[in-house]
């Protein structure tokens, strides 16, 4: 998982790899529906996010906002131990 539940605004299972051959790394993403659509929703307001200073106030509210909406997805059976 890329965070604990309740530590960042988004949730899903990152894997980053090197291309054979290459120095080239790049990241897979996995999604349950859910994490997808909860995604998706908070990209809005990510967006948001990026243009506001530290010290302005609605950025702790979306953060707040984006990690609720995080907290809704369940954590599949097992995830832990996927690996590579």
């Given amino acids: 998982m890329a965070a ?3 530590t960042a605004p988004y949730r899903d299972v990152k894997i980053t ?3 054979p051959n ?3 790394s790049f990241e897979l993403q996995f999604h349950t529906a859910e994490s997808l659509r909860v995604k998706n929703l908070n990209h809005s307001l990510y967006a948001e996010s ?3 200073d530290m010290d302005n ?3 702790s509210e979306l ?3 984006m990690r609720a909406n995080t ?3 369940p954590i599949p059976p097992r995830v832990e131990s996927i690996s590579i």
């Fill in 22 to 24: 290459s120095t080239t």
């Fill in 50 to 52: 990026r243009k506001l």
């Fill in 4 to 6: 604990p539940p309740g």
């Fill in 17 to 19: 790899a090197v291309a």
């Fill in 57 to 59: 106030p609605r950025l």
């Fill in 71 to 73: 907290n809704q997805i």
């Fill in 63 to 65: 953060n707040t906002l």
